[in-house]
């Protein structure tokens, strides 16, 4: 690992000097626009690498779309697998919906799933030769008029025109320029473990929900192998008085398709301490204070229900770049202003959507859920992907 003092002085900003911390979906798109402008950001990321956070995404053009600019679009598709149809069952397994998609992603462009790292490699791929220092983060950060002081761990320090906070639905740079009543945690009560199989679940292209009273579990495909998630309130799922997982899982999915279970069980037994996923997002009431802003999940994070909190993220570091494009580092602030008018509100609505979804689909009343899923019964395919279309229509160049 380079330390801090060697990263710098081997640095070459370029037009701005910029600090992106976090080498995550928005902080690196970020980075790769830039680039294409002629600014080297200074890139550093907490982890030592990408396997860190081992989930899989699912991308709508309205974020994968930036991938042709940066010359990546075919790499995507490459490591990419179609999410053509949506199969939606009861908690305990009987059909209830099957949607094909491909009309509406003939028309918007298609839907796709990969893991989180292969998505990292793609744009570290349009990064060209811009280094990425790992395990690398701030310690402290303070501005002054003409910029921002930023001391990082080692006690190096450095002096930039902007940073820019990338930092993920935990953003510590987010803590550092809002106070606490300036951003809201907003919790489902539920939470999820990932697990990963290559037991044939679901057919190629085909994403699988089984929505129960109590109780969520969710297929999605990547190239080798599905990742499930597998939910219930937080009580219920963490509460280790009732068990190790596999025993609370058994219980919460009682009823359940006999061969999900027992897969599901097996994957439980073999790693007793799945990857938690604690349902909740945040949304901050300003995205930036001076010289510091945030981008991605650091300014508005999402729940997972509408699975489009990677494309917002993306969105939003494309909007940013464009400002930035057009400002020198004295008027910065205003390009700043810029950014955070277009992307805002239209984040903040791809969130309540989110939310709006989750007390839809996390519910565990059962007589609510038995009217819920015939609710479902009834919607079209258009009528199931307005909100999500209606969003897509609504962007702003
Ligand atoms: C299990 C799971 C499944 C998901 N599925 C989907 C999906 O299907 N579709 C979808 O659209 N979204 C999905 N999401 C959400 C999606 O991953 C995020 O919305 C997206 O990654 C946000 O991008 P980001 O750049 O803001 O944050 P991230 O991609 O989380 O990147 C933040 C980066 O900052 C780094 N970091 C944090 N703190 C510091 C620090 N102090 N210094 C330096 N670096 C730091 C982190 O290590 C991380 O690499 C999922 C999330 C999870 C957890």
Same mark, same amino acid.
């Given at each position: 690992?380079?330390?801090?003092?060697?990263?710098l002085?081997?640095?070459?900003?370029?037009?701005?000097?910029?600090?992106?911390?976090?080498?995550?979906?928005?902080?690196?798109? $970020?980075?790769? =626009?830039?680039?294409?402008? &002629?600014?080297? +950001?200074?890139?550093? /990321?907490? %982890?030592?690498?990408?396997? #860190?956070?081992?989930?899989?995404?699912?991308?709508?053009?309205?974020?994968?779309?930036?991938l042709?600019?940066?010359?990546?679009?075919?790499?995507?598709?490459?490591?990419?697998?179609?999410?053509?149809?949506?199969?939606?069952?009861?908690?305990?397994?009987?059909?209830?919906?099957?949607?094909?998609?491909?009309?509406?992603?003939?028309?918007?462009?298609?839907?796709?799933?990969?893991?989180?790292?292969?998505? $990292?490699?793609? =744009?570290r791929?349009?990064? &060209?030769?811009? +280094?990425?220092?790992? /395990?690398? %983060?701030?310690a402290?950060? #303070?501005?002054?008029?003409?910029?921002?002081?930023?001391?990082?761990?080692?006690?190096?320090?450095?002096?930039?025109?902007?940073?820019?906070?990338?930092?993920?639905?935990?953003?510590?740079?987010?803590?550092?320029?809002?106070?606490?009543?300036e951003?809201?945690?907003?919790?489902?009560?539920?939470?999820?473990?990932?697990?990963?199989?290559?037991?044939?679940?679901?057919?190629?292209?085909?994403?699988?929900?089984?929505?129960?009273?109590?109780?969520?579990? &969710?297929?999605? +495909?990547?190239?080798?192998?599905?990742?499930?998630?597998?939910?219930?309130?937080?009580?219920?799922?963490?509460?280790t008085?009732?068990?190790?997982?596999?025993?609370?899982?058994?219980?919460?999915?009682?009823?359940?398709?006999?061969?999900?279970?027992?897969?599901?069980?097996?994957?439980?037994?073999?790693?007793?301490?799945?990857?938690?996923?604690?349902?909740?997002?945040?949304?901050?009431?300003?995205?930036?204070?001076?010289?510091?802003?945030?981008?991605?999940?650091?300014?508005?994070?999402f729940?997972?229900?509408?699975?489009?909190?990677?494309?917002?993220?993306?969105?939003?570091?494309?909007?940013?770049?464009?400002?930035?494009?057009?400002?020198?580092?004295?008027?910065?602030?205003?390009?700043?202003?810029?950014?955070?008018?277009?992307?805002?509100?239209?984040?903040e609505?791809?969130?309540?959507?989110?939310?709006?979804?989750?007390?839809?689909?996390?519910?565990e009343?059962?007589?609510?859920?038995?009217?819920?899923?015939?609710?479902?019964?009834?919607?079209?395919?258009?009528?199931?992907?307005?909100?999500?279309?209606?969003?897509?229509?609504?962007?702003?160049?």
């Amino acid at each position: 690992m380079l330390s801090m003092r060697d990263s710098l002085a081997a640095w070459k900003p370029g037009r701005l000097r910029v600090l992106v911390v976090g080498a995550g979906i928005s902080g690196l798109t $970020l980075s790769a =626009l830039l680039r294409r402008q &002629g600014i080297d +950001p200074l890139v550093i /990321e907490r %982890a030592a690498n990408f396997e #860190a956070a081992g989930y899989s995404i699912g991308l709508y053009p309205i974020g994968s779309r930036v991938l042709h600019g940066l010359g990546v679009f075919d790499d995507f598709m490459r490591v990419s697998v179609d999410y053509d149809s949506y199969q939606l069952h009861s908690g305990t397994g009987e059909p209830i919906k099957s949607y094909d998609m491909r009309g509406i992603f003939d028309r918007i462009g298609p839907f796709r799933g990969l893991r989180r790292a292969e998505m $990292l490699e793609v =744009l570290r791929t349009a990064l &060209g030769d811009l +280094p990425i220092y790992f /395990e690398q %983060a701030p310690a402290a950060i #303070a501005q002054d008029p003409g910029g921002v002081a930023v001391t990082f761990g080692d006690g190096a320090q450095a002096h930039f025109d902007l940073v820019v906070g990338a930092d993920g639905i935990h953003s510590w740079t987010r803590q550092q320029v809002l106070a606490p009543e300036e951003y809201a945690k907003f919790d489902t009560g539920w939470g999820a473990w990932v697990l990963w199989t290559t037991e044939p679940l679901a057919a190629p292209g085909e994403t699988r929900e089984y929505w129960g009273a109590g109780s969520f579990l &969710g297929i999605y +495909p990547v190239r080798d192998a599905l990742m499930l998630c597998v939910g219930g309130p937080k009580a219920a799922i963490s509460d280790t008085s009732l068990g190790a997982p596999v025993d609370r899982f058994r219980r919460i999915f009682q009823g359940m398709d006999a061969h999900l279970v027992d897969v599901v069980a097996s994957l439980l037994v073999a790693d007793a301490n799945p990857f938690f996923w604690d349902l909740h997002d945040y949304r901050s009431r300003r995205w930036s204070a001076g010289r510091v802003v945030l981008c991605g999940d650091a300014a508005a994070a999402f729940l997972p229900t509408a699975g489009i909190g990677a494309s917002m993220a993306m969105n939003a570091a494309a909007s940013l770049a464009d400002e930035l494009s057009r400002s020198d580092a004295t008027h910065l602030t205003l390009a700043l202003d810029a950014y955070v008018a277009r992307q805002k509100a239209r984040t903040e609505k791809a969130q309540t959507l989110s939310r709006e979804l989750g007390k839809f689909m996390l519910v565990e009343n059962r007589p609510l859920a038995w009217a819920r899923d015939h609710l479902a019964k009834m919607y079209t395919t258009e009528q199931f992907a307005r909100d999500t279309l209606k969003l897509m229509e609504s962007e702003v160049s």
